[in-house]
């Protein structure tokens, strides 16, 4: 084996450490020598603004994209729901580890028999404050900004009534509080749950050490959920939701896009055979949703997000 120490690069956020870490050990375990690289994103610095307005797509990898780029880091670890689905040119996806939990929790904070009641809850996502809007038309949502332990720290000091959160991610740092509900009703983010490490193209190397890390299934899943999300978002920041979970030999696909108050929603579920080719099956489910009125909606959020 070539005497090379990785250095992998990652956000310096308590959750993007644990999955750093993570994929530290399992190389160790195959015998690479490694070295972890630690740097803040731009998405970690401006807490004061919407994701949406700061009108780059991969805040929280643009960083270490740079960083790969000029040879500072070897691969980057990333919560796959963050990375946009198209890379910049020169880097590969090289490995998706096992899938964690993909489902959103709400934190809440007192009582949890709020809903009937007019109630705040906080997000910095879209697809959650529209999800939560459809279901729940008299409550308010918030922007909500910041890592895990931020988001935690600003819920704890203001009057909300509750938070949204992957609950993958609070379980990774032992965060996650006994206050919480899961919302089994909640379409979670393409790839939400699953961790990706990519590498420079041209790095043979790193890119066969990466592929013992790789878990098929998972990547044959977020590969279907990624590719409906490109197809409806063509470059644009929505409220989009896809999972894909396996029924025996079959399965299952279900998205929806919603308009940013949660009005309008359109959803798809599609049972398909294991053994077809996947390939497609996600932009297919896509233009399912874009001629049943998803061109319309599009055209709409984008017009509302550019003002």
Same mark, same amino acid.
């Given at each position: 084996?070539e005497?090379?120490?990785?250095?992998?690069?990652?956000?310096?956020?308590? #959750?993007?450490?644990?999955?750093?870490?993570?994929?530290?050990?399992?190389?160790?375990a195959?015998?690479? @020598?490694?070295?972890?690289? @630690?740097v803040?994103?731009?998405?970690?610095?401006?807490?004061?603004?919407?994701?949406?307005? #700061?009108?780059?797509?991969?805040?929280?990898?643009?960083? %270490?994209?740079?960083?790969?780029?000029?040879?500072?880091?070897?691969?980057?670890?990333?919560?796959?729901?963050?990375?946009?689905?198209?890379?910049?040119?020169?880097?590969?996806?090289?490995?998706?580890?096992?899938?964690?939990?993909?489902?959103?929790?709400?934190?809440?904070?007192?009582?949890?028999?709020?809903?009937?009641?007019?109630?705040?809850i906080?997000?910095?996502?879209?697809?959650?404050?529209?999800?939560?809007?459809?279901?729940?038309?008299?409550?308010?949502?918030?922007?909500?900004?910041?890592?895990?332990?931020?988001?935690?720290?600003?819920?704890?000091?203001?009057?909300?009534?509750?938070?949204?959160?992957?609950?993958?991610? #609070?379980?990774?740092?032992?965060l996650?509080?006994?206050?919480?509900?899961?919302?089994?009703?909640?379409?979670?983010?393409? @790839?939400?749950?699953?961790?990706?490490?990519? @590498?420079?193209?041209?790095?043979?190397?790193?890119?066969?050490?990466?592929?013992?890390?790789?878990? &098929?299934?998972?990547?044959?899943?977020t590969?279907?959920?990624?590719?409906?999300?490109?197809?409806l978002?063509?470059?644009?920041?929505?409220?989009?939701?896809?999972?894909?979970?396996?029924?025996?030999?079959?399965?299952?696909?279900?998205?929806?896009l919603?308009? %940013?108050?949660?009005?309008?929603?359109?959803?798809?579920?599609?049972?398909?055979?294991?053994?077809?080719?996947?390939?497609?099956?996600?932009?297919?489910?896509?233009?399912?949703?874009?001629?049943?009125?998803?061109?319309?909606?599009?055209?709409?959020?984008?017009?509302?997000?550019? &003002?």
């Open positions: 084996m005497p090379k120490t990785i250095r992998i690069g990652t956000r310096d956020s308590e #959750l993007a450490l644990w999955q750093a870490h993570t994929v530290e050990h399992r190389l160790n195959l015998g690479y @020598a490694t070295e972890i690289v @630690a803040k994103s731009t998405g970690d610095l401006i807490l004061d603004v919407p994701l949406y307005e #700061l009108g780059i797509t991969g805040i929280f990898t643009k960083t %270490l994209d740079v960083a790969m780029i000029r040879g500072e880091v070897d691969i980057a670890v990333h919560s796959m729901k963050d990375v946009p689905t198209a890379l910049p040119k020169g880097i590969v996806q090289a490995a998706v580890l096992e899938r964690a939990n993909v489902d959103d929790i709400l934190v809440y904070k007192g009582s949890s028999d709020f809903y009937t009641d007019t109630a705040t906080a997000t910095g996502s879209l697809r959650r404050q529209a999800q939560w809007l459809n279901r729940y038309p008299h409550h308010t949502v918030t922007d909500l900004r910041g890592n895990v332990n931020t988001r935690l720290k600003k819920l704890a000091e203001n009057d909300w009534n509750g938070a949204v959160f992957a609950k993958a991610g #609070l379980e990774r740092i032992n996650l509080p006994r206050e919480h509900i899961v919302l089994d009703w909640m379409i979670p983010a393409p @790839a939400q749950g699953a961790m990706v490490v990519v @590498a420079m193209e041209q790095d043979n190397f790193c890119r066969e050490a990466l592929a013992h890390l790789n878990h &098929k299934p998972t990547e044959i899943a590969h279907i959920e990624r590719q409906f999300l490109k197809r978002e063509g470059g644009c920041t929505a409220p989009i939701g896809a999972l894909v979970s396996s029924i025996g030999n079959d399965i299952r696909f279900e998205g929806s919603l308009s %940013l108050d949660g009005k309008e929603k359109l959803h798809i579920e599609k049972v398909f055979p294991a053994d077809e080719d996947y390939s497609t099956v996600g932009s297919q489910c896509a233009d399912e949703i874009l001629a049943n009125g998803g061109t319309e909606l599009m055209a709409q959020i984008r017009n509302q997000l550019s &003002k």
